[in-house]
């Protein structure tokens, strides 16, 4: 982990020149280097390249309705896919049932049991804080969840019906209680895009618009834009924690180590939110880790818009950059079946100077 280093960002305002689709701040650059690094973490998304996985499964007289496998769409699929697992104890009457899991798709599930009229137990390895929701730098976006070659329409049905419950229940939820709010954002790319196959929920995105270089920016770049909505991951699960325990849920720290210790469980109905957990615990070979890593920054207040892309992309996926009110957020790896937790200090010094270059040419 990096050295914190006492500085200041400065930022690099533009002259006006260039419209804005939803802020009407002027245009600025953060600040970005190696010096200004306050921290670097690591995270593992549980990915599935057939679609995350949302069934119900009966063990003699225990229900286990499982609810995992989102890859990078789990925070913007957290209400709309708990909805889909709710939905599959519709037989139950209510009462106390077992949730196994804390972060996003945990959390959701419960809160929506509980709003069915369940008396809910989230039994959890981590408290949220250390969950891999957590570690996630956070926007409204259902991609990264599955391989195209791999799904049907049915899944991709489920995943619009997921994801549109999910920007539903956002847009419900918007302002510094929850960490949402509303915000541009930039795909950039080298080429001019083709007509693109947009997923079937694109119409929730607002503002979108194709821009070539010269009508933005980030030089002779292309850009997709659109608005949609950040999430500041620390401070929603926090808050839906507080709504948990708020409407009378319980928690209990405890670590499976097996299919027979959740069988264990006294209630009846079980949901299995264990996310990569459920890999062992339910023998899912499918389930893989997307390895990423994020680097911590100040935060910097006059950079009000987010950018997916600008770097040597590849293997490691998109450069991303996220000015969050805590901090500035930047990221650019997505590591199908890396299971390693340290961070690779190579890897830091990429995504920051490439950022930094992206940013030099801001003008």
């Known amino acids: 982990m990096l050295a914190t280093v006492g500085c200041t960002p400065t930022t690099r305002a533009l002259k006006p020149g260039y419209s804005r689709a939803y802020s009407r701040k002027p245009w600025a650059a953060p600040h970005i280097s190696m010096d200004a690094v306050i921290r670097v973490i690591v995270g593992h998304r549980p990915y599935r390249p057939n679609g995350f996985r949302v069934e119900r499964e009966q063990f003699d007289d225990k229900v286990v309705i499982h609810n995992y496998g989102h890859g990078g769409g789990g925070l913007s699929l957290g209400w709309g896919s708990s909805a889909l697992a709710v939905r599959l104890a519709a037989d139950q009457v209510p009462a106390e049932v077992a949730v196994i899991g804390s972060g996003i798709m945990g959390l959701c599930t419960a809160r929506l049991l509980q709003d069915a009229g369940y008396s809910v137990t989230i ?37 619009d019906w997921a994801a549109r419950v999910s920007h539903h229940a956002y847009t419900n939820l918007t302002g510094t209680k929850y960490g949402i709010r509303w915000m541009e954002t930039y795909d950039l790319y080298d080429e001019p895009l083709a007509e693109p196959v947009r997923a079937t929920f694109d119409d929730l995105f607002t503002y979108k618009g194709d821009l070539a270089p010269g009508q933005h920016p980030f030089g002779k770049r292309y850009a997709r834009r659109m608005v949609t909505m950040q999430i500041d991951p620390g401070t929603l699960l926090r808050q839906l924690t507080a709504d948990f325990n708020l409407a009378g849920g319980k928690f209990v720290i405890r670590n499976f180590d097996g299919l027979a210790n959740v069988l264990a469980l006294r209630e009846n109905v079980i949901f299995n939110c264990t996310g990569l957990g459920a890999a062992a615990l339910f023998d899912d070979s499918n389930l893989v880790p997307a390895k990423g890593q994020l680097v911590y920054l100040p935060p910097d207040p006059a950079v009000d818009y987010m950018t997916f892309g600008g770097g040597s992309g590849g293997e490691h996926g998109f450069l991303h950059m996220f000015p969050r009110r805590d901090v500035l957020l930047l990221g650019g790896i997505f590591k199908l079946g890396d299971w390693s937790r340290n961070i690779e200090a190579n890897e830091t010094e990429r995504i920051v100077q490439e950022h930094k270059k992206l940013f030099d040419s801001f003008g």
């Open 123 to 159: 039994y959890t390895r981590d408290v949220y804080r250390h969950s891999t929701s957590n570690v996630a730098a956070g926007e409204w976006g259902p991609y990264a969840t599955h391989d195209e070659g791999q799904v049907d329409a049915a899944f991709l049905a489920q995943l």
